[in-house]
């Protein structure tokens, strides 16, 4: 440290002397969030942090708590007791912030070392001497625990769930009282879910306990709005202020077209990602979903061992084994791997022993895995948050340029990619949408509030309930309701479902340990689907597989995780036993809704789309090329692809105006088919898909297929059956939306799916009792019991109420498509193309489901293409299509309405 007399910058001025002094010895001057959140947490002020990754705004957070508890020493009155809170949405966040946040105690002289200082007794109370910090999620052990309710860390590390545990009990409770303040981290990943709700909730029962008022600070590098999201983080009515250096950092995203045609295949990806990594020291490869980040590591590897000439990912030992590389150089990483594969790739990427890893979005938020050069994005993030968060994993130095690129798998991904780097130009950014009092979280917190055997009059709980703002217009009716079937209440003439708390006309009130477990074995919000663990054989574990992937293998069956190829050895009830193995693998697919373009996004690609096709009617291609150079920043063989693939579609079909929609007729598989062009996002896309489902039913008295994308969604009839085209253009229209959307969803498969989701969050159906996991078949069938009886006896029981609004409103987005609709200037135009016009070729692939994987999907979607490039070659314009191989005759021109 410095000595004597030297000067302290004004930022760090007003810390305590120690911590001071190691500001300017490391830091040198404070980072912009440090300069504007400092003055803020010193006076005892709420405040949300939102800045760039690797801008300081952690240590933003942190460095008045290193003073308070400082200074606290130095009066000697530094109790055992916590004084901050840090709550993350991932457990290795956590983990990782305390390992960061020790270091600067160590050096400062603050930290406790292990089994060396002890607290004072001193007037009857402990005094402590040094600074203690601690974990506490379900990855602690039981030791641990109990120890933290006799030595209390000072700074106690932990997740929305494990707190919501700790509020139940009254040994934590005692000691939760003390906390002075709160670090939310990520508050993106959590205000706009039901995990971010409970924790509203949760951060209101702590509110209620304190003795002082809560200092809350939140920290997020990419979030918008932000006084919405501040209210989220501080309650209702309280002041929050708002630290926002959102543009500190400079970003660099470029979009690759690794592709001649229409689209590239996986292995041409692979092949480009290994070579965009050549001349950086690490980079992380970004994609949407895990079974595609096993591919992708599987093909990466083999393009990185035919190139270096080392051949497969796995190599055979001498008695035939194949067997890891040991010089392997690409990594995998998903949450469904086993947590200690993906601390020992986290490692190995921190001490530079692996070149590439590949992942979903795991790795989004702040997990410390050292420096990264560069970040791809396959495909696309599906939004500009998520491209910003992908991105700022690059660069992770002051000053440094967040380096990233958009390898682009069709011409689809180059629009998208050009239209979120225009957005992050125009500083645009998706809104986050809090939900609106989700009713289930609402049970499960009434049940912690009153375990074990507290009273809480419902006044009281309204009020508290009221206080945080996704509750903040919470009718009481409808925490009655809640408490009505918590408390014994059945549907219609039959028996109570559940039993978890009792209550009175005026308050609620708990029934001791017993019924109270069933919180303790249930409490969150995360959908628990049941898993297999896939172990070697006689080793370790390497991941977790879904029962349904587990249910269609055999033994001698070849399966790909971990980027690697295993052979089934044996098959048990709850566990996968495997062994290394070189083989064509299957691939496992886990249950996740595929993440759509928001509106934001999805506006500005119906602009560009028709800006192109603007130029192209009015002016020429070498016009259209000047355009996107000029505001999109689009140029070379990505601008060539953009402008070719809408002069194609204008050719065979027509570009919507942004704000229209486009309907084209098909004969496919001798059904009639048609394809609605709305750009509409894909959520709002899913709610227009049924409502049209809904209407075509109430005509037709028949059942529709359906498929949706983020442009558009596709209807098929039955066939024998079709319809003019005006009855088409008819059907999208702004009257009755709210009736016919439910109408196409009760009898479809949502509802009834999120229902098992949204019972099992409100405790009416359990995920675990007696300290066993209920099998998922059992979940199913209890659940869509349940369902069906309280659909005919009680429509308006609370969690049917909660099904739906989630549905509609979390998964879907209902008000977006009937903005959509209301927005319609004009009926929809009805087009009947000689073959699928280049917009379709996504949603007709797509349509096919799981049975086609992705190198198949490349396939047909060059098959279309050669099809379109047939047509434009043509004198003849009226000449009948032929069968597109290897779809056989999937598309047959209509010769009339």
Known sequence: MRGEGYCVDEAFARLHPVVAAWCEERLGAPTPPQRGALPLALERRSALICSPTGTGKTLAAFLPIMSRLADLRDRDELFPRPYALYVSPLRALGYDVEHNLRRPLREMGLLERPNTERGR?????????????????????????????????????TTPESLALMLAMESYRKVLRYVETVVIDEVHALA?????AYLALCLESLEALVREPLVRVGLSATVAPLERVATFLCGVDRPCAVVDERGLRAIRLHIDAPFAGAIAPLSRVAERCVELGRDVRTQLVFVNVRSQAERLAHEMALAEGAATDGGEVEVAGEDATPRPRSDAKIGIHHSALERSVRHRLEARLRAGEVHSVVCSSSLELGVDIGYVDRVCIVGGARGVTPT??????AGHRP????????????????????????CILDGVLEEIVVPEAPLDVLAQWLVMSVCYDRRVAFAEALATARRAYPYRDLEESALRAVAAYLSGGGAGPDEAHVRRLGSDADALYGLGKEVCAAFFENVGTIPDESQVTVALRGGAAIGKVEESFVAGLHEGDVMLLNGRTFRVKEVRGSSLSVEPFAGRPNVPVWSSHIKGVPVVLAREIAKLRAGIAQRLREDSAAAALRWLAQRYKLEGVAAAHAVRYIAQQMAISAVPAAGEALIEVYRMDRRQTAIFHTCAGRRANEALARVVAARLFAKLRANTTLSTDDNGFLVTLPRGVALPDAAWASLLHADDFERDLLEGLRGGHLLRVHFRYVATTGLLVLRRAGGRSIRRSGLRWNSERIFERLLEADPAFPLLRETVRTVTRDLLDAPGAHDFLRALANEPRVLHPLAASPFSFGIVTSSFGDSVVLDDRASMVEALHERVLDILGEREAEREPQPLSPLGPLFERRTGS
């Open 192 to 196: 706009g879910n039901k995990r971010g």
């Open 388 to 393: 910003l968060q992908r991105v700022g994993r």
């Open 121 to 157: 007794l001193r007037r009857g109370r402990i005094r402590e001497t040094h600074v203690r910090t601690g974990v506490r999620t379900g990855d602690t052990p039981v030791e641990e625990r109990r120890l933290m309710l006799t030595r209390p860390p000072h700074v106690l590390m």
């Open 399 to 422: 000053g440094a340029v967040a380096d990233g690129v958009v390898v682009a798998q069709d011409r689809d991904d180059v629009l998208e990619a050009a239209a979120t780097r225009r």
